[in-house]
């Protein structure tokens, strides 16, 4: 971590300034604009999105372009102070001149790279900086491109660091990011200025390594943490330095594995403590498996199967970069099981804040350098240290954070130039094969190094080999089994889908609206100049796994179509993961493209633009259970039963399963005591438990079929408790659909409201539809002689109703109401 010790050396601006919007390249200077021209009031950090948003003059909806007009913001600064000071720029976007006092100081030419300048406080100055528009220098050419790609609407973006957020029709929204966009502050001449480093070495001792330079008189040193502290020696030059060892220090581990231990680093200066952040051990591998062509992760010694999804902005107008933005979405991640989200190369680089929450939630972060898609001219010196400088400064931000686990030389360039049949030479450059990982050895050798994402096969989108994108059970509709075919080893992204919301927010934001609506098109995402949506690949799965056309059920009963289309997407990757996650998978590890959507309707993501979670939400919330329990339907050869726990402690379990008739019937049952181990898997064969051959699977088709469910239960013996179920439908799902009576109950407990759930039958894909509350569990199967008690979670602090609504079940036309 490099950073100003907090104190009265710096001082935030973010109040008092002003925003001038004017034509292009129209005025040079602040001086040339005409006094007549209105201006608003803003914040900073901040964009003109954001102001004009404020302002009641732009729709996130239905945007117009920002990047055809200059933006100046401008900031009067009264002080008593008169002293040389600097002035830091945490992220300006994109082109920016800033004038003090008139006169030009500096130019920014990154989004992504922070910038300091030094200057001589008067006592009344001017700050302004001027944010050029962005489309006419889009416009210009650079050494000439062997690919170029289709998803983004402009080629000029390979020239300039900018994110590609509002330049990807049928992504996202075309929303362009222009403004101070990160903190601007002014540091004083006395500031302390800390650079930071922790590791953990192979005996488990932490290390934390610490520098500091400052123009100050300081006179002793000493860091501590984690209880042990160390004098700081002092150089000729008057600099601090040394470093904290730490035995047998408490490792953070993701939160599925562990406890994220994490521990205080703090500096005493001359008697005063500073509070420096905290900071966590672990020690990260990449597991090439037994044939070398595997991709996983240990951690501190133990394979762990990551799971989580693609990150993609806290709010796309605001581009936020709080503890306070970051967390409902990384909280939801957490609880959802996940323990690794990936910031892909087409977004930008977030905050030593999100690093924070993740390190405090136990959330591996696998990120991208900003890179994505294009063919970069890295022998264009300038813009080759462009981008050295704004990757040391990230990786130099958040050194502390063990959450830091991946850093990836970016997104889909080598998939693009080997698409196009380029030869591997061009589309592998020394950009992303020499000169990040030198970088990341220099400034995090704790973090692993991927050269590119896709990469790793004989052909980089090979998912059978390295790490892949795989889009085979999704955007190729493939059938479900082709996620075992394609001998998955590692998913930076998968499994996309035009994922559902839940009514509540469809009534607010697409009220009254067929889905086949042009609005509600237009928010559908799509490949550019692809002749098919996301919502087509959603139909092809709901044919397939309820037998229906998605177009005449969708004219004949839109209320059921949504819904068996968020029973669809929910089902599809709930099996999927099963299929990856049961022992013997040649997969270690998979992330969804992607954890949020950036504006409400049937997006990518997993969770709705207003934060509210989908249905494909709850089903990863199972399928990632650390103690978990699947099925896999092995033909001929049975139904197996894979057992999971990935926890550090052991646990004595029940593991019962039966094969239902008409969804109620037990045809044959069984029960089995059982220990897990920390951190084992196993599998049983359904046959064992049985202790006779039953055709489990219906391959053999000796008669009628006998049963059209199978269920399994996984119970923790001292409590009773369901730990984890799982459901296996030899027939499919449509015979199992059943019009099952529910009996629901609703209780209160100290101001916490629960909702009790039984059936008479086989019960799929049960949900709660209330408004003002989500339900903790949502879209699940329920079997006979189950109660499920969820809790119902107000979705705001101000939520004083009490909670009724309504229970469906597919199957059922019946609602049943509390």
Same mark, same amino acid.
């Given at each position: ?13 973010? #109040? ?50 920002? %990047? ?9 600064? @009264? ?5 040389? !000071? ?14 003090? %006092? ?11 790279? +922070? ?13 302004? $900086? ?56 002014? $540091? ?33 040193? +000493? ?15 008057? =600099? ?27 500096? #005493? ?28 992760? =240990? ?42 989200? /990936? @910031? ?11 690093? !924070? ?33 704004? @990757? ?33 030479? $061009? ?74 919301? #839940? ?62 289309? /968020? ?14 996650? +049961? ?13 949020? &959507? ?34 896999? &339907? ?49 599998? @049983? ?29 996984? +119970? ?46 086989? !019960? ?55």
């Amino acid at each position: 971590m490099r950073t100003y010790l907090p104190g009265e050396s710096e001082e935030s601006l973010s #109040e008092g300034w002003t925003l001038t919007l004017t034509p292009a390249d129209a005025y040079e200077t602040p001086a040339d604009i005409p006094a007549s021209l209105e201006s608003l009031h803003v914040s900073v950090p901040g964009t003109v999105a954001q102001a004009l948003e404020a302002a009641g003059k732009f729709d996130r909806l239905a945007p117009r372009p920002l %990047n055809d007009r200059d933006a100046w913001y401008r900031l009067t600064m @009264i002080s008593d102070a008169r002293e040389r !000071a600097a002035l830091r720029f945490d992220g300006l976007s994109t082109i920016a001149e800033i004038f003090f %006092n008139g006169e030009l100081i500096a130019a920014s030419q990154s989004m992504f790279e +922070r910038l300091e300048v030094p200057v001589e406080l008067t006592g009344a100055d001017e700050l302004c $900086i001027c944010f050029r528009a962005l489309a006419p220098r889009l416009e210009k050419t650079g050494p000439r491109a062997r690919w170029r790609p289709q998803m983004m609407n402009t080629q000029g973006l390979r020239l300039i660091r900018t994110t590609a957020l509002g330049y990807m029709p049928g992504w996202c929204p075309e929303i362009h990011a222009a403004g101070p966009w990160r903190p601007i502050s002014l $540091i004083r001449q006395e500031a302390v200025l800390c650079t930071l480093r922790s590791s953990l070495d192979e005996a488990g001792t932490g290390i934390v390594a610490i520098s500091l330079e400052t123009s100050r008189p300081i006179q002793s040193a +000493r860091l501590g943490c984690a209880g042990y502290s160390a004098d700081l020696s002092k150089d000729e030059n008057g =600099k601090f330095s040394g470093e904290l060892h730490i035995p047998d220090v408490e490792t953070w581990w993701p939160h599925t594995h562990g406890r994220p231990a994490l521990h205080d680093t703090l500096l #005493e200066l001359d008697g005063e403590q500073h509070r420096l952040g905290r900071t966590g051990f672990r020690r990260v591998e990449i597991d090439h498996g037994e044939d070398g062509n595997g991709f996983g992760l =240990k951690v501190n010694g133990q394979p762990v199967f990551s799971r989580g999804a693609v990150w993609t902005t806290a709010d796309i107008v605001r581009l936020p970069g709080t503890g306070a933005d970051y967390e409902p979405w990384l909280r939801k991640a957490a609880e959802a099981g996940m323990n690794m989200i /990936r @910031i892909g190369g087409t977004m930008a680089y977030e905050t030593p804040e999100f690093f !924070a929450l993740c390190d405090e939630l136990g959330i591996m972060v696998w990120q991208d350098a900003m890179l994505a898609n294009f063919d970069y001219p890295a022998k264009d010196e300038s813009l080759r240290q462009h981008i050295v400088t704004e @990757i040391s400064q990230f990786l130099e931000a958040t050194a502390l954070s063990p959450s830091l686990t991946v850093f990836c030389g970016g997104s889909e360039m080598y998939q693009q130039g080997a698409m196009l049949g380029l030869p591997e030479q $061009i589309w592998k450059g020394t950009l992303t094969e020499e000169v990040l990982p030198e970088l990341l050895a220099e400034k995090r050798p704790d973090a692993a190094y991927v050269a590119n994402s896709p990469s790793g096969g004989a052909l980089p989108f090979f998912p059978n080999a390295g790490v892949g994108h795989y889009y085979g059970v999704g955007a190729y509709c493939r059938p479900l089994e082709d996620a075992r075919r394609a001998d998955l080893r590692f998913a930076a992204e998968c499994l996309a889908f035009a994922n559902i919301p #839940e009514q509540e927010t469809l009534d607010k934001y697409l009220p009254g609206m067929a889905v086949h609506d042009p609005r509600w098109k237009a928010r559908a995402p799509r490949d550019r100049g692809a002749s098919w949506d996301f919502e087509d690949v959603r139909g092809h799965y709901l044919n397939l796994l309820y037998g229906v056309e998605p177009d005449v059920l969708r004219r004949e009963d839109g209320g059921l179509y949504l819904d068996m289309s /968020r029973a669809a997407t929910a089902e599809v990757m709930e099996a999927t993961f099963a299929e990856w996650r +049961r022992s013997g998978s040649s997969c270690q590890g998979a992330l969804v493209w992607t954890l949020q &959507d950036l504006v409400p309707g049937a997006g990518w993501g997993v969770i709705d633009a207003t934060g509210r979670p989908k249905s494909v939400w709850h089903a990863l919330k199972r399928a990632f259970r650390p103690i978990q329990v699947t099925f896999s &339907d092995e033909g001929t050869n049975g139904l197996d039963i894979h057992l999971i726990n990935e926890t550090g402690g052991g646990l004595e379990a029940m593991l019962e399963l039966s094969c239902l008739r008409e969804g109620v019937q037990p045809v044959v049952h069984a029960k089995r005591p059982l220990t897990l181990l920390p951190r084992q898997s196993q599998t @049983i064969a359904a046959t064992d438990l049985f202790g006779a051959f039953f055709d489990t699977t219906y391959a053999y088709r000796f008669g009628p079929p006998s049963h059209d469910v199978t269920v399994a239960r996984l +119970r923790d013996v001292a409590t009773g408790h369901v730990i984890a179920d799982a459901f296996h439908f030899p027939l499919g799902r449509k015979k199992a659909l059943h019009a099952a009576n529910l009996q629901v109950a609703i209780s209160e407990t100290s101001g916490n409201w629960s909702l009790e759930i039984g059936t008479d039958r086989l !019960a799929q894909s049960v949900h709660v539809e209330v408004q003002g509350y989500y339900a903790s569990e949502n879209w699940f199967h329920l079997g006979p002689g189950e109660t499920r008690k969820i809790s119902l979670l107000p979705e705001t602090p101000a939520t004083e109703a009490p909670p009724s609504g309504e229970v469906v079940s597919l199957g059922s036309s019946r609602r049943f109401s509390f």
